[in-house]
C-alpha cells in the first residue's frame, strides 16, 4: 500500500475535497496544497489540517485557466515533491441553461485536463515521489440521466478518461485512479430535490477513496449498490434502460 507526504487538491472549500484535506492531513500528510474559489472556506480548511501538524497552502484559482494551474502545480512540484493530486474540483449544473451547460464542460472536463495534463509531465520528470493521480467523476457517469445531462455526460468523459489514462500510464511508474462515488454530502448534494438512496458523509466517501487509492484500485465505485444498478441499466438495451429512467423521479 502506498503512502503518501505530500497531497493536491483541487476543489478543496467543500464536500470531498475538504474531507480528503482533513483524511490526509489526521493521517500524517506532511504538505499539502490547496485550491477552490471560496477564500473563506478555503481558509477553514487550512486551519483544520493545520491542526493535525501538516503544512497547509491554499490558493484561490480557477481549474479552467490553463496557464494558472500548469504554473500553481509546477510550483507546488518545486517546493516538495508531488506523491499525489486529486483532480477534484467539479460543479453541478442546475437548470439546463446554455450558460451553465457551458460551465459544467469547462470546470467538470477542462478542469480536470487542466490538473492532470501538467501533473502527469512533471511526473514523468520526478525521480522520486508516490506519483498518483486521482480523477474524480461519479455514478452518474456510467449511463446519461435526463435529470442532468450535462453533469452525467462530463463525468462519464472523465471516468473514461481516467480508465485509458491509467491503461497507459501503468509502464512509465504513474498511478491512475478513477473515483465514481454515490449521493455524497457535498453543496452539488445540498441543491438536489430528487432521492439520494445510500446517501453518505464527505467524511466516510473519504476514507473510503484514500483507502482504495492506497491499495491502487482502479475504479473506485461505491456504494455497490449503485454501482451494481448504475452498471446494470448501462448495458441494457436503450427501449429497457430508457423505461426505467422514465419511471424514476426527476428533479424539480
Known sequence: MKSFESVLITGASS?????LAVYYAEHGVKRIFL???????????????????????????????REQM??????????????AVFANAGVSTGAETTENIYNTFEINV???????????????????????????????????????PSYSATKACVKAYGEALRNQLRPEGIQVNVVCPGFVKSRITDQNTCPMPFFMSASSAAEIIA????KDVGLIAFPW???????????????????????????V
Open 35 to 65: 485550491s477552490g474559489r471560496n477564500v473563506e472556506r478555503l481558509q477553514a480548511v487550512k486551519e483544520k489540517c493545520e491542526k493535525f501538524g501538516a503544512v497547509v497552502e491554499a490558493k484561490k484559482i480557477d481549474v479552467t485557466n
Open 15 to 19: 464536500g470531498i475535497g475538504e474531507a
Open 225 to 251: 449498490p449503485m454501482r451494481f444498478a448504475a452498471w446494470l441499466i448501462s448495458i441494457l438495451p436503450n427501449r429497457i434502460s430508457d423505461f426505467i429512467y422514465a419511471s424514476l423521479p426527476h428533479k
Open 110 to 148: 477542462m478542469g480536470v485536463l487542466n490538473t492532470v495534463t501538467p501533473t502527469v509531465e512533471l511526473y514523468r520528470q520526478n525521480k522520486s515521489g508516490a506519483k498518483t493521480v486521482v480523477i474524480m467523476a461519479s455514478i452518474a457517469g456510467y449511463h446519461g440521466l435526463a435529470a442532468c
Open 70 to 83: 500548469a504554473e500553481w502545480i509546477a510550483d507546488c512540484n518545486k517546493e516538495t515533491t508531488l506523491d
Open 211 to 214: 483507502e482504495r487509492v492506497a
